[in-house]
């Protein structure tokens, strides 16, 4: 590992189905339009 790197990770496995809750506000708007009612996430951390 690098210096200064705390974890190294090569693979994560996740349910297909997680990422449709991450690309909320486009996935429900055709048009790629944010819906109001639903908060856009900037970063997402995992807590594996």
Known sequence: MAEGVICQC???RMSTH???YI?????F???G???SNLI???KLA???
């Open 18 to 20: 997680l990422g449709t």
């Open 23 to 27: 690309d909320a506000p486009y996935h």
């Open 40 to 42: 856009l996430i900037n």
């Open 33 to 35: 339009k944010k819906s």
């Open 10 to 12: 090569r693979e994560i």
């Open 29 to 31: 708007d055709g048009n």
């Open 46 to 48: 995992l807590l594996l």
